[in-house]
């Protein structure tokens, strides 16, 4: 597998729209929103301090990401302190290593912070993200939220 530079970018108005464009494919949808809803539940829940990126390879977006950045965990709305809430890489570019990326990307980013940690959660089910995350590392803790998402963890002790 070969090593992709991948970006993180800050939204802003001149690069919205083509953010707003990246989708995943119709099956993945049940697992994961789209930026736009991101985006919304992000202004919707600010006391989870969302953080979110738009992922770049050179100067094209192929992804978002997107953050509870350092909150004070209140389970099962918050959870944290740092939770990869939404991920998601444009269905034309999937399979080139990009998520993988972000996700290491982030992990540089949070241990920057003196995080000792990193939460996600995923919805269960055929063609879901369970194996992607067990690849990368992440163990699910026996905890499952409200909605049915297993919580997983990824140590980030060195």
């Given at each position: 597998?070969?090593?992709?530079?991948?970006?993180?970018?800050?939204?802003?108005?001149?690069?919205?729209?083509s953010?707003?464009?990246?989708?995943?494919?119709?099956?993945?949808?049940?697992?994961?929103?789209?930026?736009?809803?991101?985006?919304?539940?992000?202004?919707?829940?600010?006391?989870?301090?969302?953080?979110?990126?738009?992922?770049?390879?050179?100067?094209?977006?192929?992804?978002?990401?997107?953050?509870?950045?350092d909150v004070?965990?209140?389970?099962?709305?918050?959870?944290?302190?740092?939770?990869?809430?939404?991920?998601?890489?444009?269905?034309?570019?999937?399979?080139?290593?990009?998520?993988?990326?972000?996700?290491q990307?982030?992990?540089?980013?949070?241990r920057?912070?003196a995080?000792?940690e990193?939460l996600?959660s995923?919805?269960?089910?055929?063609?879901g993200?369970?194996?992607?995350?067990?690849?990368?590392?992440?163990?699910?803790?026996?905890?499952?939220?409200?909605?049915?998402?297993?919580?997983?963890?990824?140590?980030?002790?060195?």
């Amino acid at each position: 597998m070969w090593t992709v530079a991948v970006t993180l970018c800050q939204i802003t108005d001149d690069n919205l729209r083509s953010v707003l464009a990246v989708r995943t494919t119709p099956g993945q949808e049940r697992f994961v929103s789209s930026v736009a809803t991101s985006m919304a539940e992000a202004a919707d829940c600010p006391e989870a301090n969302p953080w979110f990126r738009a992922v770049y390879v050179d100067d094209k977006p192929v992804g978002f990401v997107m953050l509870s950045w350092d909150v004070e965990p209140r389970p099962p709305e918050i959870i944290g302190p740092w939770f990869l809430w939404k991920l998601l890489i444009d269905h034309q570019q999937q399979g080139r290593g990009y998520g993988r990326e972000v996700v290491q990307e982030v992990v540089r980013l949070v241990r920057d912070q003196a995080a000792t940690e990193l939460l996600t959660s995923y919805a269960p089910g055929e063609g879901g993200p369970a194996g992607f995350y067990a690849r990368l590392g992440f163990v699910p803790t026996g905890e499952v939220e409200p909605d049915g998402e297993i919580i997983a963890r990824l140590d980030l002790h060195e």
